[in-house]
């Protein structure tokens, strides 16, 4: 409870409350305009955040996460394209109701859905983290170095493509994590004489690359698209019997939301999938669904939303990203000095109390905006693709060389646009590479840790119960399903004979 108050006596500071007013609105922006997306949006601030102090950006690149998830169902429901990909469920039946003039039902449901999902997260959050960071305390390098491995491990899920492409992926993070001096030998790695890669690639440069240059390259592929704008005359809050249809859907999909948010390298796009499907599964509306209904809405914006908070969790408590957008924020916590985990909440000790005050006036906000600036914010969504393109590589090219003042920056972000672009087109995930090249260094490092702890005896790692808990949780994230579909294969040749 005094977390609770010493956060909300901190956004006293006007500054600071002022800060999260100008994020929420930028990050509405970012996610009404189609392409950009919450971890774009947050890549292309993290340089900005180099300058503020710890919680200032902490707030800042949380705060860009919730309002660009938020703001994606505004363009799903209007012009049928999710300005994020957590919101593609909300075009299913959000737009069918814009056509049938019921615009403003729909992002109303949405606004409420949202904020009451998000609300709940953040509660989640206030809790679990110290919960988890207090677990925490038993943990030692080896302990750590296993759990960084299952996170790692998870990257095979991710998006949904190939597993293998998304290790191989990882992988390639993890390499790049290996460039520069090595920490406990000294020993040069593939820097080829180069000084500005003597403390490693920066995590900045890569992040505008492969979400911010990537996507403009993808962009540039669809210049000639055009939207219909749906117009809108004013949003309309739920009626009480819209309350009545969408209650259970809302608190179903706010609790797969926060589970999924919660679990390694997941976030707001798979929760939102997950909650649309069990959502139509359990409702007496089932048929109506693609055509309109808004219990599918709710499912989606619940769930999106209410993801952000769990995701943060294990960021924050653990230092294993939630979400792709989560990997970001966790980037920049390292870039600031600061080590996720037991000591983080010990050393700061307001700093959960702010973040969670910060996001609570946040999700207050996404009312006011839902509500009374839809229709203004979905205007933005007629910016000419061929200005909007060109300004956020202008943006990009800045931000990357603003951190060291560095043209080798430059040269990375240009280079990873580059690489990230060829790896979507080839079905390859940039973000196991984002994951991979945040928790590549922590595995190493722990990793070199264990094995000095145990002088050169590294088996001795299987000797503690928790790191061996967490190497079978590795062993059944990567083989359990191709094990399940082997078996299912041989039993079914065997009935088949």
Known sequence: MGDILSGLLALG????????VATTLAGTVIGVL???????????MLPFTLTMDPISATVVLATI???ATFAGSITAILINTPGTSASATTCLDGYPLALRGEAGRALGVATIASTFGGLVSIVFLFVAAPLMARLAYDFGPPEYFALTLFGLSMLATIGGGSAVKNLIAGAFGVLLATIGVDLLTGVERY??????LYDGIGFVPVMIGIFGIAELLRQSTQLDTERRLIAMRAVKLPSWADIRRIRTTVLRSTGIGTFIGVLPAEGATIASMISYNEARRWSPNRDNFG???IEGIAASEAANNSAIGGSLVPTLALGIPGSPTAAIILAGLLTQGLQPGPMLFAEQGEFLGVIFAALLVANLLFIAVGLGGAPIFARITTIPVRILWPLVFLFSIVGAYAIRQSQVDVIIALAFGVIGHLMIRHGFSVVSLAIGLVLGAMVEQRLGQSVAMFRGEWWMLFTRPIALTFFALTLLALFG????????KITRKEIAS
């Open 13 to 20: 500071d006007p500054k600071l409350l002022l800060l999260i």
């Open 34 to 44: 189609p392409g950009l997306n919450a971890t774009t949006g947050a890549a292309l």
């Open 65 to 67: 996460y919730g309002s």
């Open 191 to 196: 820097t080829f004489g180069t000084h500005a």
């Open 291 to 293: 055509n309109g209904e």
């Open 481 to 488: 399903a191709p094990t399940t579909n082997l078996i299912r």
